[in-house]
């Protein structure tokens, strides 16, 4: 056989690369998805979230995407509650806590997902340890 060794091992890679990558169109799709549910995002949480959604797809590629086709993130006015009395405090807290922060909130220091996920996938009997170490 008359073929480089390059060549050779080139094909069965390159196929399996197109095979697992999405199409330009999906993946735009699945961008404009997500930016209705959180408009903020830029493409560093955009590339995240599409892996934690089980999207292979690169930073680059997401970020020249979202640059071409104008997904750019939209600044949001965030509504300030605006507190007078420790009492205010005391009655707001919770309901932050549970309805934002635990459950949407995606934080870094565990590897981009909500805090409810990343207890359920690491804190039953047998699952695998964590691969984000926490500081204390």
Do not use: C
Not at 9 to 17: I, N, V
Not at 93 to 117: D, I
């Amino acid at each position: 056989m008359r073929m480089s060794r390059s060549s050779y091992y080139k094909g069965p890679l390159e196929a399996s690369r197109l095979a697992r990558e999405p199409s330009r169109a999906t993946l735009r799709g699945q961008i404009e998805e997500m930016l209705e549910e959180w408009p903020a995002y830029g493409y560093r949480m955009v590339t995240q979230e599409l892996r934690r959604r089980g999207v292979v797809a690169n930073h680059k590629r997401v970020a020249k995407l979202m640059r071409e086709e104008a997904l750019t993130p939209r600044r949001i006015r965030k509504f300030i509650y605006e507190y007078k009395t420790m009492r205010d405090v005391t009655e707001r807290l919770p309901h932050f806590l549970e309805q934002v922060y635990n459950r949407r909130r995606l934080h870094p220091s565990l590897g981009y997902v909500p805090p409810e996920e990343y207890e359920v996938k690491y804190t039953r009997p047998g699952s695998p340890s964590p691969a984000v170490q926490l500081s204390t």
